[in-house]
C-alpha cells in the first residue's frame, strides 16, 4: 500500500482529512493505532503518515512527533496564537483576555500576541490601550477590518507561521480574515464542500493554507475549561510574575494570602498591575473551585 506523509487539516465524525502534496485525503484512524495513540488523539494541525487506499481513501498509520499542542481546543504544531479581541462592540472584558492569556501559556506557545479590531471604533487613546499588556511582554496589534488600519502589519506577523486565532463571537474576526486575505474565505468552503460542512456552521478547528504558513479558524474557542491546571504552575503563567517567584517567604506560596509574598510586595511598588494581579486572584479560585467540584464527584 502506497504510503505518504501529510498534515490533518480538519477531523470530525471519525474522519481526518489530511493534506498531502498530491491533494486533499479522507482517512480514519487504523484499528490498532487507535488503541495507542496518546491521550489528545489525532488532533488538527498533526503531522501523519498514511496509507492510501484503493478507492482513494486514506488509513492513519502514524502519528509524527509534535512541537507544540494547543490545549483548548487541540491543535497541533503551532508556533503561535492570536487572541482577537474588539476594542468596542462588544467592550473587552480583562478577565477572558487574561483567561485566554493563560490557556496560551499553558499550552506552552513561545508566541501569544493580542490582536485588537475594530480600533476605528475606541473612543480613548487606542495607542495606549492595552498597553499594560505589551509591559508584560506581550505583543499587542492594533487593527480595524474595516477602515484596513494595520492589516499589512498582522499579514507580515502570519508569514511562515502556524497561527490559531482564537476569541470570543462578535470581535469581527471573519471580517479580519477577509481583510487579510479574501480567498481565505473562498479556500475555507472548497474544503468544507469536502466534508459537508458550511463556514458559519463549522464547530471544530480547521486549518487553512496561507502563504508559506496557516491560519487555523477556531470557532467556538471562547468555552474553554482551565481546571486541569496545577494551580502551583498558575503564576508562573503571567511572564511578568516569574522574576518574583523564588523571593516569597513560604513554599509553596499561592500568592494570595500570605505574608512577604513576592508578588504581592512587586504589586505594592507598582512593578506588577492590579488588572493582572486581580485577574491571576480571580482565575486562581476558579481553578480551585473546579477541582474541589472534581474530587467531590470522585468520592461519591
Not at 482564537?166 to 469536502?194: C, F, H, M, R, Y
Not at 523564588?246 to 499561592?254: E, G, V, Y
Request: one cysteine or more; glycine letters at 8%.
Amino acid at each position: 500500500m502506497q504510503t505518504q506523509e501529510g498534515r490533518v487539516i480538519k477531523a470530525y465524525n471519525s474522519f481526518f482529512y489530511v493534506q498531502t502534496a498530491t491533494g486533499l485525503v479522507s482517512c480514519k484512524l487504523r484499528g490498532k493505532f487507535k488503541k495507542t495513540r496518546r491521550s489528545a488523539g489525532v488532533v488538527p494541525g498533526d503531522k501523519v503518515l498514511i496509507g492510501i487506499l484503493p478507492d482513494g481513501t486514506g488509513v492513519v498509520e502514524e502519528q509524527l512527533p509534535r512541537i507544540s499542542l494547543l490545549k483548548r481546543p487541540a491543535v497541533a504544531n503551532v508556533s503561535q496564537v492570536i487572541l482577537t479581541f474588539a476594542a468596542a462592540q462588544p467592550d473587552l472584558h480583562p478577565l477572558l483576555l487574561n483567561r485566554f492569556l493563560v490557556l496560551a501559556e499553558w499550552s506552552g506557545l513561545e508566541k501569544i500576541i493580542i490582536c485588537v479590531n475594530k480600533a476605528d471604533l475606541y473612543t480613548g487613546d487606542i495607542a495606549g490601550f492595552l498597553q499594560l499588556y505589551e509591559q508584560a511582554g506581550y505583543k499587542v496589534l492594533r487593527v480595524s477590518a474595516k477602515d484596513n488600519i494595520g492589516i499589512e502589519a498582522l499579514r507580515n506577523t502570519l508569514q511562515g507561521e502556524v497561527t490559531v486565532f482564537a476569541g470570543p463571537s462578535g470581535v469581527g474576526k471573519s471580517s479580519l480574515l477577509n481583510a487579510i486575505d479574501e480567498n481565505l474565505q473562498l479556500l475555507t468552503g472548497s474544503v468544507s464542500d469536502k466534508i459537508k460542512r458550511g463556514r458559519h456552521t463549522t464547530r471544530v478547528a480547521e486549518l487553512m493554507p496561507y502563504g508559506d504558513g496557516y491560519i487555523v479558524d477556531t470557532p467556538g474557542f471562547s468555552a474553554m475549561e482551565l481546571g486541569e491546571i496545577d494551580l502551583s504552575e498558575l503564576a508562573g503563567f503571567f511572564p511578568e510574575f516569574r522574576q518574583y517567584l523564588d523571593s516569597c517567604r513560604f513554599a509553596p506560596c499561592s500568592h494570595t494570602h500570605e505574608p512577604d509574598c513576592g508578588i504581592k510586595q512587586a504589586l505594592e511598588r507598582g512593578e506588577v498591575t492590579a488588572e493582572r494581579y486581580e485577574a491571576y486572584k480571580a482565575i486562581y479560585q476558579e481553578i480551585q473551585e473546579s477541582q474541589k467540584l472534581k474530587r467531590k464527584k470522585e468520592y461519591k
